[in-house]
T-cell receptor, first 111, second 113 residues
Framework: QKEVEQNSGPLSVPEGAIASLNCTYS??????FFWYRQYSGKSPELIMF????GDKEDGRFTAQLNKASQYVSLLIRDSQPSDSATYLC???????????FGQGTELSVKP | EAQVTQNPRYLITVTGKKLTVTCSQN?????MSWYRQDPGLGLRQIYY???????DKGDVPEGYKVSRKEKRNFPLILESPSPNQTSLYFC????????????FGPGTRLLVL
């Protein structure tokens, strides 16, 4: 079992819809969780991080963490074609600095 | 401008010919890391460094070396490259071990023939 699992997609949503990206993890001791966006041929850029159970909102993005069920999700409201990218889920087990990434979910927002 | 730079951006080499990919950051970050990205496998950490002269293995360290003699630089060394090291490589840095904002370099695309 992979430590961080994502559906590789592609996930296709119409412009203006809510895109829901999901990530599950196997290590219950994982402490912090991150969502990165990566455009084709570019480097990953951090969208959000979350440590505590519940929701965290930043503009059109909401990260949700449920440690009991071991999943973290990213909701993108009012999706735009410019949101089309691969979204990477990552976690840290502790303060040691090692990020573990999922394989990424490709999102396509159709005009 | 805060940034992480990598050189070269593209490299074609042959099996066994030693090469170095440089990484430099101008943000005075303590933490630096190297990743490789392969289709279907995502980003995997090769090595990381918590500070000068402090390095540790990531998930896929075999065939790679690193050094951290200065805070700003973290070169990746392939002593004897092999075709299975053909990949896209990213260097990253952050200011805390928590790595909340990890800045990535632009990437180095390596082809080993």
């Amino acid at each position: 079992q992979k430590e961080v699992e994502q559906n590789s997609g592609p996930l296709s949503v119409p412009e203006g819809a809510i895109a829901s990206l999901n990530c599950t993890y196997s290590d219950r001791g994982s402490q912090s969780f991150f969502w990165y966006r990566q455009y084709s041929g570019k480097s990953p850029e951090l969208i959000m991080f979350i440590y505590s159970n519940g929701d965290k909102e930043d503009g059109r993005f909401t990260a949700q963490l449920n440690k009991a069920s071991q999943y973290v999700s990213l909701l993108i409201r009012d999706s735009q074609p410019s949101d089309s990218a691969t979204y990477l889920c990552a976690l840290k087990r502790n303060q040691g600095g090692k990020l573990i990434f999922g394989q990424g979910t490709e999102l396509s927002v159709k005009p | 401008e805060a940034q992480v730079t990598q050189n070269p951006r593209y490299l074609i080499t042959v099996t066994g010919k030693k090469l170095t990919v440089t990484c430099s950051q101008n943000m005075n970050h303590e933490y630096m890391s190297w990743y490789r990205q392969d289709p279907g496998l995502g980003l995997r950490q090769i090595y990381y460094s918590m500070n000068v002269e402090v390095t540790d293995k990531g998930d896929v360290p075999e065939g790679y070396k690193v050094s951290r003699k200065e805070k700003r630089n973290f070169p990746l060394i392939l002593e004897s490259p092999s075709p299975n090291q053909t990949s896209l490589y990213f260097c990253a840095s952050s200011g805390t071990s928590g790595g909340e904002t990890q800045y990535f370099g632009p990437g180095t695309r390596l082809l080993v023939l």
